[in-house]
C-alpha cells in the first residue's frame, strides 16, 4: 500500500507532511503517520530525569517496606505460625489481591513463554532464595547470613555486565563498596558452619538471577502482571510444602494482622515498586538501593523490641545512605543527559 492510500488526501510523489515532535520513519503518538527516522525526538530531559526519579523512589519505597518483613513475621511466628504457612499465606493472598488489581486495571495474564518464565520466577527464584535462606539461618549467624545475602548487588552488577553489557563506572564501584561494608556493619556477623555460608551464597546468587532475569521480562508486561504471576508461582509451592509438612494456621485475631501486614506491606508494596523502579534505573542500581533494607529493620527492631543501636549499626547505616545518596545523585544526573541510557 502506497503513501496515498494511507492519506487519500494526498497524491503519490507529494512529500510527506511536517508533523511537529516526530521523525521521518516513525510513528507519531497520536497516530498521525510515519515520518523519515532523521527527525525523531529524543526523550526530552525532563521526562528522563523524572523517570530517574521516580525509580529510585521506587526502589527505596521498596526496600523499606521489605525491611518491615523480618518486624512482622516475627509477631507471625510469636503467634503461633511456621515458616511454610505464612509463606504459603503471604503469596496466596498477594496473588489474590494483585489479580483482583489485573482485573481492575483491564490487563491480561501472560501467556506463552513469558508466563512461563514469570512462574519460574516465582516457583523457583523466591521460593529458591527463601529456603535457602531460612535454612541458612540455622547453620550459621542470621548476621552473617543476613552479609552473605546482600552480597547479591555485587553479583548482580557482574551478570549485567556479563549478560546486559551494562557499563559499571567508577562512581557505581564506590558506591557497591560502601553499601556492602555498611551492610555488614549494620547485620553484624558472626560465626558459622560452611553449609549455612554455603547456602547463603546461593540465596544471594538465586536472588541475583532473579533479578536479571526480571530485566528482560519487565520490558514485555507490567509491575502488576509480573507480580501476580510471580506470587501465584510461589504460593503453589508453598501450598504443596505446607500440605506435606502440616499448616499452622492463624487462630487469633493479632495473627492474622500479622499475615496481612506480611502480605501487604511486606510483599505487595515492595514487589510491585521494585520490578517498576527495576525497568526504570537497571538491575545493578536497583540492587544497591535496596540495601536500605536492613537499615529500616534494624531501626524499626530498635523502636518496636528495644534493640540496642550500637554505634558500628549506626556508621553502617550511615555508609549505606552515602552510597543511596551517590546513586540518586547519579541517576538524577543522567536524567538531564541526553542519550543515557535508563539501565545504566
Known sequence: MGLSDRDPGRTTGSPPPQIPGCRPGEFHPRGYGSIPHSEAPSESGYNRKVNRALGVIFIVISAASFGTLAIFGRYAYDRGLDTFTLLFLRFTFSAIIMGGLLILRRESIPRGKTLLRLAGMGALGYVGQSFCYLTAIKYASAGLVALLLY??????????????????????????????????????????QISGILLAISAALIYSAYIIV?????????????STVIFAGAGIVYGALTAVSGPHWPVTGTAWLA?????????????????????????????MLSTLEPVVTVLLAALLFGEILRPVILAGGGLILAAVILLTRSELKKGREPGKATNS
Open 151 to 192: 552480597l547479591y548487588p555485587t553479583f548482580v552488577a557482574i551478570l549485567s555486565a556479563i549478560f546486559l553489557k551494562e557499563k559499571i563506572g567508577r562512581l557505581k564501584i564506590i558506591a557497591l563498596g560502601l553499601a556492602t561494608l555498611g551492610a555488614a556493619l549494620t547485620v553484624n556477623p558472626q560465626g558459622g
Open 214 to 226: 526480571g530485566v528482560g521480562i519487565m520490558r514485555q508486561v507490567s509491575a502488576v502482571q509480573s
Open 259 to 287: 499475615v496481612a501486614a506480611v502480605t501487604l506491606v511486606a510483599t505487595v508494596i515492595p514487589v510491585v515498586t521494585f520490578l517498576a523502579g527495576l525497568k526504570l534505573i537497571g538491575p545493578t542500581n536497583a540492587s
